[in-house]
């Protein structure tokens, strides 16, 4: 069988960014979006975990670890903000936002 | 062994992926989600990456998921109504996105080291002690750093999310 090598799990983390971006871009749904985001920094996670396999050295690893502790703290914001939203305008749809439209 | 598991775990993460984007319902695409970052954990795993894994189940599948599906209840958000947008339209994105997938995939492909190859138990300095250890001593000012970060994020989840007092 073929063996597994690191272009796998680089074209996962391609698959996993091109779907999460697909997301960002079409979807309306202010809490979709944020997954969608979330996505995205996994696919980046991947490809630090699997370079840190590559090179046989943690601080890829580590790095991860930082990725997710941001991506923990950038989620509570934009939930936070998604909720005072919500409470102002009704609505979780990016495209009924439009309070800065001229 | 390494062949199939990794085989059945990116499926899962792919599939769980598109289903993410594709639902119409923010709960079905939260559980999605979660399938997303539990095939992520294993294929971590693969990776020689233990302790990042139990990080990705704990943080990811257990609080931040947590969180996802808190807010969804709370807003009680509903589906979404269908876009505006043709058939011929929707049905275009698909051969495009194949199109750059390929793309990007030998793109990847020609610039990667090609003799590689990923072992499971090749590597296996990725436990708790070693991260642990870079963490407290080469990396302890983006530590403390991160969590004055989380801090202000709580703080600002806070007062962003609180019933103004008048």
């Known amino acids: ?102 | 062994m390494d062949v199939p598991l990794f085989l059945i775990f990116a499926a899962i993460a792919v599939a769980c992926g598109v289903n993410v984007v594709v639902q119409r319902h923010p709960i079905t695409s939260a559980i999605s989600l979660i399938g997303v970052m539990g095939s992520l954990a294993a294929l971590y795993l693969l990776l020689g990456g233990e302790f990042i894994a139990a990080v990705q189940v704990v943080v990811y599948a257990g609080a931040i998921m947590v969180l996802f599906v808190f807010v969804i209840m709370l807003l009680n958000a509903g589906a979404e109504g269908r876009s505006g947008r043709s058939w011929p339209v929707r049905l275009l994105g698909i051969p495009f996105l194949v199109l750059l997938l390929g793309l990007l995939s030998f793109v990847v492909q020609a610039y990667a080291p090609k003799t590689d190859r990923v072992v499971f138990g090749a590597f296996t300095s990725g436990g708790p002690r070693d991260i642990g250890k870079l963490l407290f001593t080469e990396y302890l000012l983006p530590f403390e750093l991160t969590s004055v970060l989380i801090l202000i994020a709580i703080a600002g989840a806070v007062v962003l999310a609180r019933k103004e007092i008048d």
């Open chain 1, 1 to 102: 069988m073929h063996p597994v090598t690191n272009v796998h799990y680089m074209v996962l983390s391609v698959a996993l960014l091109l779907v999460g971006t697909i997301g960002v871009l079409t979807r309306r749904n202010i809490v979709i979006i944020l997954m969608s985001i979330e996505l995205i920094l996994n696919a980046v996670n991947i490809n630090l975990v699997a370079f840190s396999h590559h090179f046989g050295d943690v601080h890829g690893q580590v790095f991860a670890i930082f990725v997710i502790a941001v991506a923990a703290a950038e989620t509570t914001v934009a939930l936070g903000i998604l909720i005072a939203l919500f409470r102002n305008k009704e609505t979780v749809l990016a495209d009924e936002v439009d309070l800065l439209k001229w």
